[in-house]
């Protein structure tokens, strides 16, 4: 089975900030890997997929990058709204497979 | 618009079965992959299953944690998908949403149900 690894797991960060999420997998995976976005309460919403495409109506604050077996998420300029828990998914593989989570809170 | 809605939640002793329903509407749904995901309290997400479509025999796919105890299933007539639960465990317990695949991808997700198994 892909084991997908995310970092950091918490992070920290202030409105208008720039951050990364990395995730690892634990063989390569092409493009094949998607970002989700979950609020809490919520179910979680496409963000990114095949690493790098933009799902229609997200964000372009939104950008994912790599290939292979690391991958990252960055959002450029945060706004209150971004402040949630974020999973990458494998989807080539079964069993399908996510990581952690990173939860990105407010500083 | 697409419209994804789970029911059949609730809550059941360890050993007991459970049989969750999700409706569709919005989309072609007999030609769609469908997921089921769940979400323990306070956890992260955990793919439980795949049904294709019949193009592709209805065949499924299962996660390890619920591969011959869990079994789904879908009408396309009725837009339906199902997830019939048995031999339900306390570590179970969980939100489980279903989701509509596009591509590879969990375009599409329910607002989900919460199952509970406790004694």
Known sequence: DIQLTQSPSFLSASVGDRVTITCRASQGISNSLAWYQQKPGEAPNLLIYAASTLQSGVPARFSGGGSGAEFTLTISGLLPEDFATYYCQEGNIYPVTFGQGTRLEIK | EVQLVESGGALVQPGGSLRLSCAASGFTFSDQYMDWVRQAPGKGLEWVGR?????????????A??????????????????????????????????ARVWSRWNVNWGRGTLVTVSS
């Open chain 2, 51 to 63: 049904i294709r479509n019949k193009h592709d025999s209805y065949t499924t796919e299962y996660a």
């Open chain 2, 65 to 98: 944690s619920v591969k011959d105890r869990f079994t789904i299933s879908r009408d396309d007539s009725e837009k339906s998908l199902y997830l019939q639960m048995n031999s339900l465990k306390t570590e179970d317990t969980a939100v489980y949403y279903c």
